[in-house]
T-cell receptor, first 113, second 112 residues
Framework: DTEVTQTPKHLVMGMTNKKSLKCEQH?????MYWYKQKAKKPPELMFV???????INESVPSRFSPECPNSSLLNLHLHALQPEDSALYLC????????????FGPGTRLTVT | KQEVTQIPAALSVPEGENLVLNCSFT??????LQWFRQDPGKGLTSLLL?????REQTSGRLNASLDKSSGRSTLYIAASQPGDSATYLC???????????FGKGTMLLVSP
């Protein structure tokens, strides 16, 4: 099984809402990633978790709050977002180590109104 | 800072043609290079991963080559089909890092 799942597929939220994106994998991967992708642009790395600990935060605003409750799950908590945060949010996972292939989920399409 | 460039930005070909997508990177100190496919509004599908010690990888009609010293990779697609229409992204993994640096992609359209 090489599948990464993400829920929800689509999310519309107001600027005062609090919502969460969820990502799950059962490949035994110990590295998990959040990316943000705007239309016609490549993915931009947001966060990296390694063995359930945050190892990289690419200077992401605090209105995005990641959480890794266990080795299979990765959440992204959203609060007080801006319309410019509307994008496709992608989750990925890989085996721990620099040489391993990343597997991506289908993404959550987020629209902030 | 590593920069990844993909040429062309867009490509339109008739079905059955063989084609080559190009990827170049500025810093040759990479662990590996990964080619992805992305359909509109969807996630990324990994196509091929080439380690820095390898020269090429093949999967079905796809062949990816890597010339690390010159900072180049190519993705060759044989006998293209309309189902190959998608954006193809190249990404490199710098030495010592688990993160990827992406190119902007090549948007491919294969017409019947």
């Amino acid at each position: 099984d090489t599948e990464v799942t993400q829920t929800p597929k689509h999310l519309v939220m107001g600027m005062t809402n609090k919502k969460s994106l969820k990502c799950e994998q059962h490949m035994g991967h110990r590295a998990m990633y959040w990316y943000k992708q705007k239309a016609k642009k490549p993915p931009e790395l947001m966060f990296v978790y390694s063995y359930e600990k945050l190892s990289i935060n690419e200077s992401v605003p605090s209105r995005f709050s990641p959480e890794c409750p266990n080795s299979s799950l990765l959440n992204l908590h959203l609060h007080a977002l801006q319309p410019e945060d509307s994008a496709l949010y992608l989750c990925a996972s890989s085996r721990q180590g620099v040489s391993y292939e990343q597997y991506f989920g289908p993404g959550t399409r987020l629209t902030v109104t | 800072k590593q920069e990844v460039t993909q040429i062309p930005a867009a490509l339109s070909v008739p079905e059955g043609e063989n084609l080559v997508l190009n990827c170049s990177f500025t810093d040759s100190a990479i662990y590996n290079l990964q080619w992805f496919r992305q359909d509109p509004g969807k996630g990324l599908t990994s196509l091929l991963l080439i380690q820095s010690s390898q020269r090429e990888q093949t999967s079905g009609r796809l062949n990816a080559s890597l010339d690390k010293s010159s900072g180049r990779s190519t993705l060759y697609i044989a006998a293209s089909q309309p189902g190959d229409s998608a954006t193809y992204l190249c990404a490199v993994r710098p030495n010592g890092y688990s993160t990827l640096t992406f190119g902007k992609g090549t948007m491919l359209l294969v017409s019947p």
